[in-house]
């Protein structure tokens, strides 16, 4: 059974994300592989934010 | 490119065209879009929908029941019928998953829900491209 670490499956779960938000909002291709790379670096720093947060508060 | 806009033209005069088209949508994540012979589009949604579903699937994530006694699982049970005839294929092939068995299983199990609401998002946009809302 395939394994995925949480920042593995937070990668996977932000790039199909990303790839339909592009899709959906945006019109020219330049447009839709800007905001892919966008959303995806969000998804991913949020993420890891949000950990740092979580052991700052908590240690 | 002429000839495709006439056939969308003709099509859209039919007002519950894009009704059918958002249906398929549905039932074939990606299909509304082929519909309308926008294949890269429906092809990236579709590949989309369906990876994160079937690795949900794969990581043995919960499919919510439709049980009104319990607001999370109703709730869930609707973002996982988003997906249409993928959630309807796992029923009926008969993939069941009381609970998550691991932190593993657990992201299955959002994957299975996102699955779902993204595939709402491409329903309406089969929809918008039916209309004429968005080109």
Not at chain 2, 26 to 34: I, L, Q, Y
């Amino acid at each position: 059974m395939l394994q995925l670490n949480h920042l593995e499956a937070a990668a996977i779960f932000a790039f199909f994300t990303s790839i339909v938000f592009a899709i959906i909002t945006k019109d020219t291709v330049r447009d839709r592989l800007v905001y892919f790379g966008w959303c995806f670096a969000a998804f991913l720093g949020v993420v890891v934010g949000l950990g740092w947060l979580m052991k700052l508060a908590h240690g | 490119m002429a000839k495709r806009t006439e056939l969308l033209e003709a099509e859209r005069t039919t007002n519950f065209m894009p009704y059918l088209m958002a249906a398929a949508a549905w039932v074939v994540p990606g299909a509304g879009h082929f519909w309308q012979r926008r294949w890269g589009r429906g092809a990236l949604l579709a590949l989309s929908v369906v990876g994160m579903f079937v690795l949900g699937l794969i990581a043995r994530g919960k499919i919510y029941p439709c049980n009104p006694a319990d607001i999370v699982d109703i709730a869930g049970w609707l973002a996982d019928v988003g997906a249409g005839g993928l959630y309807l294929a796992a029923k009926f092939l008969g993939y069941e998953v009381p609970e998550p068995s691991s932190a593993y299983a657990d992201y299955g199990s959002k994957f299975l829900l996102t699955a779902g609401l993204l595939n709402m998002l491409v329903i309406m946009d089969a929809f918008d491209l039916g209309i004429g809302r968005k080109k």
